[in-house]
């Protein structure tokens, strides 16, 4: 089986191909270029250059978050339309867990996959890395800092680009922790291609985005309604 993998809900952006069980080509940028358009021609220079027709995919897969609102609409938009124009079947697959397989080559060990969400949270899921494979701990959740610590019982293994901030709340707090080497700490193409290829094939679908948490346009508009809403109910009270 050959899958086409695009990963976009950070900083960083890659498509990479996987075939009969290992890596064939891997095209990463992590400069902050705008994901639109970079994506898509990064997944078609990674096929020129593997010498893979993009008709001989099998499968497209996609990390559908959480992450960048923007950068996951981008990724789960472009799958979308190579599903489409290639009438391949797609795979959106949890971006916390396909930064989890980049470390389930540490037997045994706590995986802590964090990703920064801004006002003190993380994006966070748990995994242990088990037989070359992951069992899941915990499910993909937008968590305080402070709430996330009292988890990790043991050093945990950090993955993600939310690593060094978890690990700042650890060193302050005492606590153990191995940071995972930058090159498999980011998120990547790789581990969305390694989740997909143990995903269940009912998985299998048209993926949507999966954001946890509103944008922070819907949090400002919710505020502005209930806003209004209050102010209609004060005046209603004076009359």
């Known amino acids: 089986m050959k899958i086409l993998a695009l990963e ?9 191909l996987w075939a009969d069980g290992r890596c064939v080509g891997l095209y990463l940028q992590n400069c902050g270029l705008t994901h639109s358009e970079t994506l898509l021609p990064m997944a078609e220079n990674l096929m020129k250059g593997t010498g893979v027709p993009l008709g001989d995919v099998d499968l497209i897969a996609v990390a559908r978050g959480p992450g960048s609102f923007t950068g996951v609409r981008i990724g789960v938009a472009t799958a979308k339309g190579l599903s489409w124009g290639l009438d391949k079947p797609c795979c959106g697959v949890s971006t916390l867990e396909a930064m989890a397989w980049q470390g389930a080559h540490w037997e045994g060990k706590l995986l802590c996959c964090c990703m920064d969400a801004r006002r003190g949270q993380v994006y966070n899921a748990l995994f242990r890395a088990e037989g070359a494979g992951l069992r899941r701990l915990s499910e993909d959740r937008a968590i305080a800092l402070g709430e996330l610590l009292p988890e990790l019982t043991e050093a945990p293994v950090l993955l993600g680009d939310g690593a060094e901030l978890t690990a700042k709340a650890m060193t302050e707090a005492g606590l153990p922790f191995l940071p995972a080497p930058e090159p498999l ?12 290829a143990n995903a269940p094939q009912e998985a299998w679908g048209e993926p949507e985005p999966v954001y946890l948490r509103l944008s922070q346009a819907e949090r400002e508009r919710l505020a502005r309604l209930e806003k209004e809403q209050h102010h209609l109910l004060d ?4 009359e």
């Open 185 to 196: 700490r980011i998120q990547s193409a790789w581990g969305v291609a390694l989740a997909a």
């Open 235 to 238: 005046r209603d009270k004076g």
């Open 8 to 16: 976009s809900s950070a900083l960083a952006a890659s498509a990479a």
